[in-house]
């Protein structure tokens, strides 16, 4: 399930109210560290605090890395985040990489739509157009699909593999993980790679950006020095349109908090 603005707004306040400001602070500087509690004490209350300072965490990085004046919601950053520490969890994304690239196929491919950022250093290192399927859609991206041949683009989580180069140049190879989703993305090389039909003047040209056969294809003069930056196992994730049904268990909060609370020096969930 999706995490809504209401359940946002619910979480933010149990921040405010039950946390306080979370900086990292040590136990002895935060008295609500769940290091203080009891062995008996209530399980509910732990994840509380985990769930408090994972929401006051996500906003400030989406604050502190300029994101609200980019372009992407905070609902979508979030998902990300989300997912982004499941797959820490189940040792699949590089704690040595902590890079996102979050391509918003919600918004027109008029826009800038892809961002590649560093959540360590809290800072958005790209931002920049990125091309949707031919049969994905005009102007707007609105059909997605797993299947080969389908020239299509594929949503859900990826993590990048290793890079060649190909027709296109320099090209980046793809893991998808969700079976429903992006799976054969091997299969029908979706690959990360530049493309001429991905630029400003393309838009203006023709009202929308070129479209690819369903690979995530980047403006030629950025693919080379992004596809470097984010190759070797970091996290990328495709979000949907809001009227593509789309739920993943990498979205899933509980096992996310673990892998969180332990980049954090929190104590074990």
């Known amino acids: 399930m999706r995490f809504t603005r ?14 306080g400001p979370f900086s990292g602070s040590t136990a002895a500087e935060n ?3 769940p290091r203080k ?11 509380a605090f985990y769930t408090a300072a994972f929401e006051q965490h ?7 890395s300029g994101l609200p004046t980019s372009g992407m919601s905070f609902l979508v950053f979030r ?20 890079l996102i690239t979050v391509i918003d196929f919600s918004r027109s491919s008029r826009l800038k739509r892809l961002w ?45 593999s290793n890079t060649y180069n190909g027709k296109h140049g320099l090209s980046l190879k793809l893991q998808g993980l969700e079976p429903r989703y992006n ?28 479209r690819s056969q369903g690979c995530p294809a980047l403006p030629t003069d950025q ?10 196992g970091s996290v990328i994730y495709a979000h949907a349109p809001s009227g593509i049904k789309y739920t993943s268990s990498f979205l899933q909060l509980d096992p996310a908090l673990t892998a969180f609370a332990r980049t954090q020096g929190l104590a074990s969930l």
């Open 6 to 19: 209401t359940a946002f707004t619910g979480l933010l306040l149990t921040t405010l109210t039950f946390l």
């Open 31 to 33: 008295p609500g560290d």
């Open 37 to 47: 509690l009891t062995t008996t004490a209530n399980a509910a209350a732990r994840k």
């Open 58 to 64: 996500a906003l400030k990085v989406y604050t502190q």
């Open 79 to 98: 998902e990300a985040l989300v997912g982004y520490y499941n797959l820490q969890q189940r040792g699949l994304a590089s704690v040595n990489k902590p």
């Open 116 to 160: 590649v950022l560093d959540v360590k250093q809290q800072k958005v290192l790209y931002h920049t157009l990125v091309a949707h399927g031919k049969n994905t859609g005009e102007e707007f991206a609105n059909a997605f699909s797993n299947v080969n041949g389908s020239e299509q683009s594929s949503i859900g989580f990826y993590l990048t």
């Open 183 to 210: 799976s054969n993305a091997a299969s029908r090389a979706v690959v990360v790679h530049g493309a001429d039909y991905v630029s400003e003047s393309f838009v203006r040209q023709h009202g929308r950006l070129g």
């Open 223 to 232: 693919a080379s020095s992004i596809i470097r930056a984010i190759k070797g």
